[in-house]
């Protein structure tokens, strides 16, 4: 099967902060496999734009440099890197001076798509914003691009907002979740709405409980000044899980339109019921297996940023009454496997005497690795001797569907970026959506900080804190096993 490549504008895309590290291990990686794709039509160009005093050569060779690293060998063609590195331009910029600003504003065309990645600290969203405008560099059809973290808390993602607003419409602003470019997570939708199968059976009567995890076996490593302002809860539960719970919890959308489904998204946010303690538990990873511990990397070596959290989170609505999400995400766990599980309940009646071998149905959507999806359902155990009963998965891999062409799908950051080209919002979050996110998050974070709540230490390569476990034992539930 071959991928289809659809076509896009030309385009110029200006990277601020394109010597960092996102454009170098995400972002020019992924645009470097567009282009061989054929995705970068006519004259298309990058033009990276930063502090360094570099020119074209300089960041043509960083580029070379990044993909080089990031890019599997066996896609890296010379000719194909050379015509890329034709494409590439820079700027040096001051975000907030005036440095550059002309400079770049000469090297801007007429009658291309204008693309803006913002990919700097959010503290300069503002200033490069104005000058875009000021500068007369931006115009009406151009499109930022926002990077996480949008905010700290409700009231500074509603100053990001604002300070955007300013300058550009709310159909220009492309907040990126990169969790939305994810191949799995898209399926989702299409399982969920392209199939009869399913969405019968979607709601509180026959759904028992839904289970996210996201975990991870690297730790804070080199982030540590930034994860210890963020904490699992604002890093990953606030914008990458929300958006996958709301996948799983919202409506149908009348269409695949942006705010069609942003707006269901949206909906689902509002009905998330505050979390009450007892249905949080928080961790950070203590030292031991030639790891040093969380507090290594730690500016404050009493730090109370959770590494880990695990929470019960209940959708107030009728489709969800009474049933539980339970979502933890933590760093250094045992293994790196991201899943949504949805375990359905008991047939209302059991024909069957012997009633030991039977499970639940479960519907696993393995977001990362071994993209895929397994539908267990319930056989007879094959052979004589009665009537005995063996769960089986359905098996949906990928890889297995799209056989060599696997390898094609593009990244979350590539797929993205060519909605921002196509002028495609739908997988990009809305104003409104990240401040509902964190008006549900800020009262679990006051929470713990105004009780001084301490996280529990846990072993790193384990899968989690102890307290995790009563979370769902206590409901008689149990978490799926953390493996790839
Ligand atoms: C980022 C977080 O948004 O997502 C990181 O800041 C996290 O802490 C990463 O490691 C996980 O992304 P992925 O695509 O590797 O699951």
Not at 43 to 51: H, K, L, T, V, Y
Not at 334 to 358: K, L, M, N, V, Y
Not at 378 to 394: A, T
Not at 451 to 466: H, K, V
């Amino acid at each position: 099967m071959v991928s289809r490549v659809i076509p896009v504008d030309v385009f110029d895309l200006v990277i601020f902060g394109g010597t960092g590290d996102l454009a170098r291990r995400k972002i020019l990686p992924g645009l470097y496999r567009r282009f061989v794709a054929g995705q970068m039509p006519g004259d298309s160009r990058i033009i990276g734009a930063a502090r360094a005093d570099l020119t074209d050569e300089g960041f043509r060779e960083q580029v070379r440099a990044a993909i080089a690293e990031f890019v599997p060998k066996a896609r890296q063609d010379q000719a194909a890197i050379e015509g890329f590195l034709g494409r590439i331009h820079y700027v040096s910029i001051d975000a907030t001076g005036t440095g550059g600003w002309a400079a770049l504003k000469a090297l801007m065309r007429e009658n291309v798509v204008r693309a803006f990645y913002f990919s700097v600290a959010p503290s300069l969203f503002g200033d490069i914003a104005q000058r875009l405008s000021e500068y007369g560099i931006a115009d009406a059809w151009s499109r930022i691009v926002v990077e996480k973290p949008f905010g700290r808390d409700l009231a500074s993602a509603k100053a990001l907002n604002a300070v955007l607003a300013k300058h550009f419409n709310e159909t220009q602003i492309y907040r990126i979740d990169h969790y939305l470019g994810k191949e799995t997570v898209q399926n989702l939708m299409a399982v969920r709405f392209a199939n009869i199968l399913f969405e019968p059976l979607w709601k509180a009567e026959y759904i028992d409980h839904v289970q996210i995890t996201v975990a991870e076996t690297v730790g804070v490593d080199g982030r540590g000044a930034y994860y210890d302002k963020s904490g699992a809860m604002r890093d990953m539960v606030q914008n990458h899980m929300m958006q996958l719970l709301c996948l799983i919890a919202m409506e149908p959308p009348y269409h695949f339109d942006p705010d069609a489904v942003r707006d269901e998204k949206l909906k689902v946010i509002r009905a998330l019921k505050p979390v009450p303690k007892e249905d949080i538990v928080r961790g950070q990873y203590g030292a031991g297996k030639g790891e040093k511990g969380y507090l290594v990397h730690s500016e404050n070596p009493a730090s109370k940023t959770e590494s880990y959290i695990a929470l019960k989170v209940q959708v107030s609505n009728w489709r969800w009454q009474g049933v539980p999400f339970y979502l933890r995400t933590g760093k250094r766990l045992r293994a790196r496997a991201s899943e949504i599980a949805i375990t359905f309940r008991q047939p209302p009646h059991a024909i069957f005497d012997d009633a030991t071998g039977w499970h639940a149905n479960v519907l696993v959507i393995r977001l990362q690795p071994n993209e895929g999806m397994d539908l267990m359902v319930m056989i007879k155990e094959p052979g004589p001797g009665g009537m005995r009963l063996m769960q089986v998965p359905l098996d949906m891999s990928f890889a297995d569907a799209l056989g060599a062409e696997a390898d094609d799908v593009p990244d979350a950051y590539e797929r993205l970026i060519m909605d921002v080209i196509r002028g495609n919002q739908t997988l990009f979050m809305r104003g409104d959506e990240v401040e509902a996110a964190w008006a549900w998050t800020d009262p679990i974070i006051q929470g713990w900080e105004a009780r001084g709540d301490r996280p529990q230490t846990y072993d790193p390569g384990s899968s989690g804190p102890e307290d995790a476990l009563m979370l769902m034992h206590r409901d008689g539930r149990r978490w799926r096993e953390i493996r790839e």
